[in-house]
């Protein structure tokens, strides 16, 4: 017990002693290089099951069609029949629909715009509300950590992105100060997230030594309980039969009577 207790103390000093480690200019500067290029929904590329809908006020056929992109990665629109979406800006959707209906209308006029985001997610995981999250290209860094019920126990001045990697680009991790952010104002470092990007919320020192006291006694508590109980109950059935009183007639009787 007490080299356990001595070696989670020394991870805590080392801990604390990494709380003033910022990131370093070339890791911040890949994550913004990253951003630039798929910075916003307007880049969003819709999936499977995404929602889109059309807008095209002189194409009754599809004006105000809703169209969810099915297992085949394509929408079936009257007139047109099927057309393959997935992969696309809304954008590039509108386009293509444009060029289609040109075979039956004159400078025909769409627009297409996201009704419902479900392809992308991001994961939120730590001392916060953990869990996946819908990813719908404006997501921040500072949204993520917000909305997912962070506390006292919350270490948020450490916060971890992780964004894994694809192909040959390798993995990257990238620690950022969230209390620097709303405290002080400094959003520099407020990222928009990508799909499949890990936000880690770390429990602070004391949560963390907390946890493990928990993990540590976690296998005695079931046999204290199970001691413990039988007493309990022979006090709780000493204590009712001491204050029960019956009424009978008119008349009580019980303990003292």
């Known amino acids: 017990m007490g080299a356990y207790l001595k070696g989670l103390a020394a991870a805590i000093g080392w801990a604390i002693a990494g ?16 951003h630039e290029h798929q910075a916003s929904a307007i880049e969003y590329r819709v999936g499977i099951p995404d929602m ?41 959707i509108a386009a293509k629909l444009e060029v289609l209906l040109g075979k039956y209308y004159v400078d025909p006029k769409v627009q297409v715009r996201m009704a419902v985001y479900a392809s992308k997610k991001f994961y939120v995981y730590g001392q916060a509300r953990s869990g996946p999250r819908i990813y719908t290209g404006r997501d921040t860094l500072v949204d993520a950590v917000l909305s997912s019920g962070v506390n006292f126990l919350s270490w948020t001045s450490r916060v971890k992105v992780i964004r894994p990697g694809h192909g040959d680009t390798p993995s990257r991790t990238l620690m950022v100060n969230v209390d620097d952010m709303v405290l002080g104002g400094d ?8 799909p499949d990007d890990v936000v880690y919320v770390p ?9 493990r006291i928990r993990e540590l006694l976690y296998p005695v508590g079931p046999a204290v309980a199970a001691y413990t109980a039988p007493a309990a109950l022979t006090r709780a059935d000493d204590a009712y039969d001491e204050d029960t ?8 009787s019980g303990a003292g009577y």
């Open 245 to 252: 009183t019956v009424v009978i007639g008119g008349y009580s």
């Open 52 to 92: 889109i809908a059309i807008s095209a006020p002189r194409i009754q056929e599809i004006d105000q069609v809703r169209q969810i992109i099915q297992p085949d990665g394509k929408i079936n629109l009257r007139l047109l029949g099927e057309v393959k979406v997935v992969g696309m800006t809304a954008k590039e």
């Open 187 to 194: 959003w520099t470092q407020n990222l928009l997230l990508e």
């Open 203 to 211: 429990p602070t020192p004391v949560a963390w030594f907390g946890q």
């Open 19 to 34: 709380t003033g480690c910022a990131p370093n200019n070339a890791d911040m500067l890949h994550f913004l290089r990253e």
